[in-house]
T-cell receptor, first 114, second 115 residues
């Protein structure tokens, strides 16, 4: 069975500083990996996804993520955060063998200090 | 981009009543829709997968008689919470896929409060 762990429940970062959110997955084969962002009371917006190819993936809103098979990780980064980046971030793993279902991590809440 | 509309965004109901939540794909045909439940400050838990024209597949521990899912057309899936109780209060989110499963679009969610 696939699983996802986001070790950090909360992260506080100053506006303009860099941000890195950790994600570790467990799956026997090559996973399909996603990062979503959720604002309070809202649905999820896809930031980026990895299926194959270049392990450094560029997404929307200036985010990027790097797939590291050796570390079973897919960490999300942004060089300079904006106040509007304050939200909940979810890493997810999917696999065709799992019936195309996504398994989500517990989420990381990002707070941005002025 | 593709849009998934979910209604209502918020509903308050009395204990014992039933509540229906709609999930519509506005600009694509959704062969598969997923329903998730999210408790405050927690992650999304998949409840069931529905495919158009067939019975939904429920995840372990989800009562299918409690959470009725209907996917009668390629653009509409409904989740009905029957005989709702306060413990059913939660945020429910749907997602829809046009068949290329890696393309998944989420609705904006429904906050259900059962008094």
């Amino acid at each position: 069975a696939q699983s996802v762990t986001q070790p950090d429940i909360h992260i506080t970062v100053s506006e303009g500083a860099s941000l890195e959110l950790r994600c570790n997955y467990s799956y026997g084969a090559t996973p399909y990996l996603f990062w979503y962002v959720q604002s309070p009371g809202q649905g999820l917006q896809l930031l980026l996804k990895y299926f194959s190819g270049d392990t450094l993936v560029q997404g929307i809103k200036g985010f990027e993520a790097e797939f590291k098979r050796s570390q079973s990780s897919f960490n999300l980064r942004k060089p300079s955060v904006h106040w509007s980046d304050a939200a909940e971030y979810f890493c997810a793993v999917g696999a065709k063998a799992a019936g195309n279902k996504l398994t989500f991590g517990g989420g990381t809440r990002v707070l941005v200090k002025p | 981009g593709a849009v998934v509309s979910q209604h209502p965004s918020r509903v308050i109901c009395k204990s014992g009543t039933s509540v229906k939540i709609e999930c519509r794909s506005l600009d694509f045909q959704a062969t598969t829709m997923f329903w998730y439940r999210q408790f405050p400050k927690q992650s999304l838990m998949l409840m069931a997968t529905s495919n158009e024209g067939s019975k939904a597949t429920y995840e372990q521990g989800v009562e299918k008689d409690k959470f009725l899912i209907n996917h009668a057309s390629l653009t509409l899936s409904t989740l009905t919470v029957t005989s709702a109780h306060p413990e059913d209060s939660s945020f429910y989110i749907c997602s829809a896929s046009p068949g290329q499963w890696e393309k998944l679009f989420f609705g904006s969610g429904t906050q259900l409060s059962v008094l």
